[in-house]
């Protein structure tokens, strides 16, 4: 089926119109009409190679909200009609034990991300076949990568659920925060918006520590208790040993050991950002005691709990919708940081543009 | 009460004979006759200043073995002839949220230490009063910082465990290891051999990584189950994602993620070495949801719970006895690592001495 779709086609070229081959579901697969799909920072590093391994023509997208067209005839979870998602990938082995644990994200073969990867034939990672992503009007997935979105949260501010959500709630999560916890969000973008929101409606006490002055309005309405810049040093000396849970959302290089001198003893940092390699002094862990650790997404399982617990909490992202003919301009802006705090695509207007 | 010791009078000078003052027991004191006293790496840190802020002169010394000579008039927990340690430090503010969950090694005032700190007057540092450790004859300290030696360990064997047994101990209960977890130590030095005992006392599955073939023998001999070379690279892509837990002992600068590669998704590295500032990937801890972690001795119940530990498992150090007019040719074989595993000064040298 001959589908719609915006592709980097290398990576010095600005995304440009371009079609897609979806095939017809299989037995076991959905096939979903799309409505709207995020715009994620890694779509951005991925379309211009920034991390190497690029496959080209690339078509972006793993923040893909829609309704589902067809099913294949094997399929009974799913109906035409259903509002579903699709998030960072679209299969795994199925059998590693990172998979069986319901924790996909580390297939130990490594997943089918859900663009700029590739598909699989009999179970394992098939090269001639590229995964294409979400901007594009349809796309045919295994019917056990789908997620719900349930009813309640307006479809384009659920897109950016399925990666900057399910980034945010899960280590928040699987960390063990708690209600009346004291967490720090470092940075306020489009995963740091999402993390106070998310640590807010889980009854944590949110600090948002930002480098300038200029978002202590905006974290105060998106629901923070507190707000430090951290472009005061003092701020790291007065607020030492504060907080029981760091959650750093900031992709710039910045001061691992600045930030773990805020933890309590036996409190925890987790990185969801990617620095350049950053040095850690040892004393910043060993004084405390305390764990810089890491968070990649989510399994399925977890991403349909954290689409739930959105949903019962009135939780939904932040977002400007676009139309996809200003994709190029949106990821200029999203570079300069320009966006509050994640561009979405109404998919609506590639199908008439093409 | 005039009591032999050795002391470095100053940074750049070698240890020489030295009288310190020990105080009669007060009410809550008790007075130890030291037999042994262990020689950890950081003595010569710190005699030789390279931490900064050393106090001359010093009486290094915090794996001290003895018994009680005497005690305060309002003691009750302890007996003249009793066998007992003094581990890394003396007092604590004893008021703090650490010291009342038992943790004084994270004491918010910061602990005496045995040596090279300062003792308390009415429960605050007194910058007025340095502590002298155990290369001497004798010491007076608060009986709730006196720690009982249970009978089975040869005293000697002992001394170690105040510091390099509890520096290993620690982490591997604290961070949950169990019989049946595949751990690494990583450094077989002083540290690393207690930590091969410990972990094995506690059912793991050990291996030793070390730098060179060496001590493959010795840490067989010590009851590791298999050892890894990691001069061979290959070594961290043929066992990536191995093991459980990591102890990383090593105080000389190594690259954290070729380690942090070897955990296990949800795995947890931690360092108990303090080499200079070292870059971590952040994708290192990211793709695996790893750990990377500190730990910082143990508390006073947690080291008596060592102890009872090492006697119900047979488990004491390795160690070199020495007179303490070696104490300036150990320091130089120990910068070279050529000791197995730990040189102990036989106090009753210093007796003669003096």
Chains 1, 2 share one sequence.
């Not at 590229?130 to 479809?155: F, K």
């Not at 306020?188 to 978002?215: D, P, Q």
Request: proline share 5%.
């Amino acid at each position: 089926m001959k589908t719609p779709a915006y592709a980097a086609p290398a990576a010095k070229a600005p995304l440009a119109p371009f079609t897609v081959e979806r095939r017809e579901p299989g037995a076991h697969e959905v096939l979903i009409d799309i409505k709207y799909c995020g715009v994620c920072h890694s779509d951005i590093h991925q379309a211009r190679d920034e991390w190497g391994g690029s496959i080209f023509p690339m078509v972006p997208g793993h923040e893909i909200v829609g309704v589902v067209a067809k099913v294949g005839n094997a399929v009974s979870r799913w109906n035409a009609g259903d509002v579903v998602g699709v998030g960072c990938f679209v299969d795994s082995c199925r059998h590693c034990e990172a998979c069986r644990a319901g924790e996909e994200q580390f297939c130990s073969e490594g997943m089918s991300v859900t663009y700029n990867g590739y598909e699989r034939s009999g179970g394992k990672l098939d090269r001639s076949r590229p995964t294409y992503g979400g901007y594009s009007t349809r796309i045919t997935v295994d019917e056990n990568y789908v997620l719900r979105i349930p009813a309640g949260i307006p479809l384009d501010r659920a897109a950016p659920l399925l990666c900057a959500g399910i980034t945010t709630y899960s280590p928040l999560r699987h960390f063990g925060v708690e209600a009346g916890d004291k967490i720090a969000v470092v940075g306020l973008g489009g995963l740091g918006h999402m993390a106070v929101k998310i640590a807010k409606a889980m009854g944590a006490h949110v600090t948002v520590l930002s480098h300038s002055e200029s978002k202590r309005d905006d974290a105060r309405r998106l629901g923070a208790d507190d707000f430090l810049v951290t472009k005061d040093e003092t701020v790291f000396t007065q607020h030492a040993g504060r907080f029981d849970f760091i959650l750093d959302t900031i992709s710039a290089q910045h001061d691992y050991n600045a930030y773990l001198g805020l933890l309590r003893r036996d409190g925890t940092m987790v990185l969801v950002g990617v620095p350049d390699p950053t040095p850690v002094h040892a004393f910043s862990l060993i004084g405390g005691r305390k764990r810089l650790a890491g968070s990649l997404i989510g399994g399925i399982r977890e991403t349909q709990e954290m689409l739930d617990f959105c949903a019962a909490h009135g939780v939904a992202s932040d977002i400007e919708l676009i139309p996809i003919q200003q994709i190029n301009q949106a990821y200029e802006r999203m570079i300069k940081g320009d966006v509050r705090y994640r561009f979405v695509i109404d998919i609506a207007s590639l199908g008439k543009a093409a």
